[in-house]
């Protein structure tokens, strides 16, 4: 299984970032086994429409599960076609937010942000 997370730093230890759609990285890790990279979010610059295409970049990389604090209904949108789980973060680090879902402590994210569009 492949996990998507925003991230701020190129750092396993780092914080979950709090801006989906404008994060710089995004940390990819796959638990079956345990190999991880960080790919450049190219959207974070984006006049608009920045959740759409980093959420285009997630599925791109075949995440089949993204851990984020927030997420706009467009991003959502675009997840949620292709089949991505969205879960809720807890504060900690990108690691330890992978351990909280191996371990079933997170819980499927409920609230979209309707019409936000970043301005």
């Known amino acids: 299984m492949r996990i998507g997370i925003p991230a701020e730093v190129k750092d396993i230890n780092g914080p979950v970032s709090n801006n989906f759609g404008r994060t710089q ?9 345990e190999n991880y990279e ?8 984006s006049q608009g429409g920045a959740g759409v295409k980093a959420a285009q970049l997630v599925v791109d ?26 879960y809720k973060c807890e504060d ?10 191996k371990d079933g402590r997170l819980t499927l994210l409920s609230s979209i942000h309707k019409g936000y569009h970043g301005h």
Do not use: C, R
């Not at 900690?92 to 879902?101: A, D, P, Q, R, Y």
């Open 61 to 86: 990389s075949k995440a089949e599960i993204v851990i984020t604090p927030q997420l706009g209904e467009n991003a959502a949108a675009v997840l949620n076609a292709a089949n991505v789980q969205i």
């Open 38 to 45: 960080f790919i450049s979010n190219d959207a974070a610059n």
């Open 25 to 33: 990285y995004y940390f990819i890790y796959d638990d079956s086994n």
């Open 92 to 101: 900690g680090t990108l690691m330890e937010n992978i351990k909280l879902l």
